[in-house]
Structure formats: structure tokens, C-alpha cells
């Protein structure tokens, strides 16, 4: 049996944020990261353009791959980086 998504645990979202590419990247309550890119038609994901979309998936749990493949955890991400969960009010 190959290595398969399915093996992978699933993980619960903790927050998401930029890499340096600019692509949406979920943090799991593992301390590991996994892109949630919304890039369709290939990848179809349009609530990570939106606070209220993203405010949504939080505790949602995606399967970790870097969990099963046993990897260290990715370093937390510079504050400037992180997606708000909350539409910005002006002031
Ligand atoms: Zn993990």
C-alpha cells in the first residue's frame, strides 16, 4: 500500500498566513504548515480570500502529511504575515 493521503492524521487549523510566495498557508495544531492556495480550477478553496471565509475554517481539520511523514514542526510565522479573520473596519 502506497502512502496515501488517507494515512495522514487529521490536524485541526489553528490560524493561516502568507509564505513568501504570497500563497495562503494553514497553521495545524501541530505545529506543522500545509498551503490552502485557492487556485482554480485545479484547486478550488475561495473562502481563503475572505476573513470571514478563513474565520470559518478555523478548527477544521485538514490531514497533516508532515505529521505521518513524521516531521519536525514549521517555525510559528512572523506576525506580519498572518491573515486577519476579521474584514478590516474603517475607521
Ligand atoms: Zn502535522
Known amino acids: ?3 496515501t493521503l488517507l494515512t495522514a ?3 485541526a ?3 493561516f498566513h502568507r509564505d513568501t510566495l ?3 498557508v494553514a497553521r ?3 505545529g506543522h504548515h500545509q498551503h490552502t492556495r485557492d ?3 485545479w484547486v478550488d478553496r475561495p473562502w481563503v480570500r475572505t476573513a470571514a ?3 470559518r475554517m478555523i478548527g477544521s481539520l485538514l490531514p497533516c502529511v508532515k505529521c505521518r511523514d513524521g516531521l519536525p514542526p514549521d517555525p510559528p510565522p512572523p506576525p506580519e ?3 486577519p479573520l476579521t474584514e478590516p473596519v474603517d475607521e
Open 1 to 3: 500500500m502506497g502512502r
Open 9 to 11: 492524521p487529521p490536524k
Open 13 to 15: 487549523i489553528l490560524s
Open 22 to 24: 504570497g500563497d495562503c
Open 28 to 30: 495545524l495544531a501541530c
Open 39 to 41: 487556485n482554480p480550477p
Open 53 to 55: 471565509g478563513r474565520a
Open 81 to 83: 504575515s498572518c491573515l
